[in-house]
């Protein structure tokens, strides 16, 4: 096992324990952590560093927290490689990986791992409605219906963002997102 790959795993997910409010200066510090931290995963493939199950998922893990479309391609493929490697914690992540993959791309995910926060609460990003809950637990994916609770769940204590944080928050989004919060926002309009 790659024991630099693992350093840099444990400081993503100890960066992910209480991670800082979008947009404020922290967030923005752990995000530049967190492209050093791909950049380096990508040097070491490069240099087919990566050799067991554990480090193809420990770089899948930090190339899902990146920004682009490729890199949650590449997480992606990092985490079926693990998968086909035997390690079982990679099933979820590559679905997971694949679902972000989708959403980066402004689509439905296909197995319902995605939140994202809207300003206001979290949500499940879009899902795919031809996915059935048995091809989520193929990939060890709970069923939908526990995915929209969870962000029920996380919902409960949410403090909604000011008028001035919202509009800080949409104009640094992603240009995926941002078509998102305008889609939403006009659904809820159709409603009303």
Known sequence: MNKELLSLYEADKQER???PKANTPAYKAMRARD?????????MAAAKELSTAEDYYHAAHIMNHGDTIDDARNAHLLALRSREMGYRP??????ASYDRWQMYQGKP????TNYVYDGQKDRLWDVD???????RA????????EQ???????????????????????????????????RWRA?????K
């Open 17 to 19: 324990i209480d991670q």
């Open 35 to 43: 492209l050093a931290r791909r950049e380096r995963v990508t040097e």
């Open 90 to 95: 990679a099933r979820w992540l590559a679905a």
């Open 109 to 112: 995910q296909k197995y319902g």
């Open 129 to 135: 409605p031809e996915t059935t809950d048995e091809e």
């Open 138 to 145: 193929e990939w060890d994916v709970p069923p939908l219906a």
């Open 148 to 182: 929209l609770w969870k962000a029920q769940e996380a919902n409960k204590h949410k403090v909604p963002m000011s008028a001035e944080e919202q509009k800080e928050f949409e104009s640094n989004a992603p240009e995926w997102l941002k078509q998102a919060l305008q």
């Open 187 to 191: 659904e809820q309009k159709d409603l």
